[in-house]
T-cell receptor, first 113, second 112 residues
């Protein structure tokens, strides 16, 4: 089945130790998004790729970076995780910036210790 | 924008009863609205959507109602089942803008 796959499902990292989360999709969607979701809150958009064009949200910390080497894969890099970065990180895809057909992965639960 | 706070509004419903989850949206220019269901430890799952040229749309066991006058959206779930337990988010968007504006979320609890 076509889907959005995130790895790993759970990640524990030490304060300040770089970590990379991955997302792959088989939907051939041209837009990929990264969201941060903290407990009992709505998802917060960090950035998105429209094809190869990177679009950062104004309030996304510089500590968060992203790479999209091809249509299928997208990575979230956190250069120096802080305790406040403990959250669920959600990857989503869509076609041509249309919100209908937003497909989410199951998320990566990141804990910074 | 993003919701703020540590406590989600909660709705407790008896199994078999109908559930109504409400959402007030913020942007008068929004013309597309979506309801998502998020189970514990999973990503949001699309339930149903509605465009601003409609005031009602029905799916399987779910109905979305849109009142643009008061900027209110509701999700009705018929004959609520244990598998409906989840957090439900509404989201709004302008067709010209990719970004979703999320509501605060409502936790639905099913009582046996």
């Amino acid at each position: 089945d076509a889907m959005v796959i995130q790895n790993p499902r759970y990640q524990v990292t030490q304060f300040g130790k770089p970590v990379t989360l991955s997302c792959s999709q088989t939907l051939n969607h041209n837009v990929m998004y990264w969201y941060q979701q903290k407990s009992s809150q709505a998802p917060k958009l960090l950035f998105h790729y429209y094809d190869k064009d990177f679009n950062n949200e104004a309030d996304t910390p510089d500590n968060f970076q992203s790479r999209r080497p091809n249509t299928s894969f997208c990575f979230l890099d956190i250069r120096s995780p802080g305790l406040g970065d403990t959250a669920m990180y959600l990857c989503a895809t869509s076609s041509d910036n249309r919100v209908n057909g937003y497909t989410f992965g199951s998320g990566t639960r990141l804990t910074v210790v | 924008g993003e919701s703020v706070g540590l406590h989600l509004p909660t709705l407790s419903v008896q199994e078999g009863d109908n559930s109504i989850i409400n959402c007030a949206y913020s942007n008068s220019a929004s013309d597309y609205f979506i309801w998502y269901k998020q189970e514990s430890g999973k990503g949001p799952q699309f339930i149903i959507d509605i465009r601003s040229n409609m005031d009602k749309r029905q799916g399987q066991r779910v109905t979305v109602l849109l009142n643009k006058t008061v900027k209110h959206l509701s999700l009705q779930i018929a004959a609520t089942q244990p598998g409906d337990s989840a957090v439900y988010f509404c989201a709004e968007s302008e067709d010209s803008n990719y970004q979703l504006i999320w509501g605060a979320g409502t936790k639905l609890i099913i009582k046996p």
